[in-house]
């Protein structure tokens, strides 16, 4: 079984389906692995099976399209994330010494700032619209040509299919090698599990980019013949999804949780029909449950949450629909807050340092085995042989388990703040801070304390119009969970820094705040 083979699978039973859908029309399955055929054996020309084709596009079809055509050639798609900077892409490049690079026509300049850091690949090819003097050729050269079928190459399932290069959140971003195997792994989960109603009348929104998780959901819907629309390929923006939505009738989408917040706190759901939704994908980050409940309370329980890593391809765990379905019953509310259970396939462990087991109840690090797991990272066997321990991937994550298998996640190790030398998990205090009707986020870090190693501060930023001080929050915080946990100090921000997948950098906040401690 390899990837490639869920697109070839689904056009034989489904030719005339629509495959890709952008703002100028559609591709049927049947054209569609016709072009999926042709482009391999295009990449076969000009580089080897098990090379890397690094790609940079905005979220349009070709995009997903090259992703797949370089799986089906036996090489490795590497997905850079379009809001990066151009020293990282040629870090990138570099590291996984690609042959190919497909860009999208936006990053042409990108390309050319590239070139300043690194060597470009010897094969560039540009998606869109091409003209003299751009990096490369056209990415329809690779697209034209006879049909010669699809190509010959024997694809092993433990064969690399997509290097993806981690964010870097806490040190140099290193490839993890996600195989056929892992990401097969990932499409039965979710068949078994959270979109088990996946058919071919189904049409997914592709809105976060696709470097990232929203394309492994995609390949979800692949494997069952829906449709994967890419009629946006600009920034979020609430007014153009729903419209999207509206106009597509968009049955599935996935979203990082502040998409999720943008979106619903927009008055342009009012102004839609949105009732083809069935299914929202959200995962990535933290989603905290004042958030969740607002969002369920607007668009219905089609919720699902995901919890994964680059390292253990997009689904470790899950919450699934029914779990969002809470009622009075305190313990499936409280359950709001957790990631779900175990994945189909996988085994979620909690260990302490040592690697040791730990009961239930008990946080500690998150330790997974499952056929989800990264071959290792690329060209990294130390930080390989760190990461995979007698074949159980250590997340990096903190979490533990309830009595119903259900996973809290509290926090990376590294931001797990240790005061007075007692552990606090900054996720439980933002989640009582998101409850409060002035705070907009809040990013709950550790800073240093003379007395007590570290000390509690609160990074707010408020709703628009909306005050509060110092004392009120503190207050609020100190109604709902022990003293010792309540913030030292809240200090007020226009913004918190994130990284181009949404996740807040608690990393840059600690080091901007170590510096310079603002008096309230
Ligand atoms: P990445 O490898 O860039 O996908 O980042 C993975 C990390 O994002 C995980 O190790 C978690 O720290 C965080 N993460 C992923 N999914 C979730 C989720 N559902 N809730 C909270 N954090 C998450």
Known sequence: MNVPHFLIRSAIQFPSRPLWIDGEGTISFGEGRRRLDRVAISLLEVAKQYDRVAILTSNRFEGFEIYLAAMHAGMAAVPMNPRNHPREYAYTITDSSASVLVYSEEFASTVREIAQFATLPPNVYCIGDWQEGMPG????????GEDLGAPKVNIDPDDVAWLFYTSGTTGQPKGAMETHRNLVQMVHHFLTGGLDDANENDVMLHLAPISHGTTSIGLVF??????????????????????????????????APTMVQMLVSSDAIKTHNLSSLKSIVYGGAPMHRAVLEDAMKKLGPVFIQSYGQGEAAACCAALNKQDHICGDDPVKIKRLSSVGREATGVIIRIVNEAGQELPTGEAGEIAIRSDLVMRGYWNKPEATAAAKVNGWLRTGDVG???DGGYLFLTDRVKDMIISGGSNIYPREIEEVLYTHPAIAEVAVIGLPDEKWGESVAAIVVLKAGANATQEELIGYTRQHIASYKKPKRVIFADALPKSSYGKVLKRELRDHYKAH???N
């Open 137 to 144: 050729r056209p990415y329809d050269e690779l697209v034209q």
């Open 222 to 255: 692949l494997a069952r013949g829906g449709a994967q629309a890419f009629p946006l390929s600009k920034s979020f923006d609430p007014e153009k999804v729903c419209e999207a939505i509206q106009k597509y009738r968009v049955t599935a989408t996935m979203m």
């Open 400 to 402: 533990y388990l309830d």
């Open 517 to 519: 401690v603002p008096t």
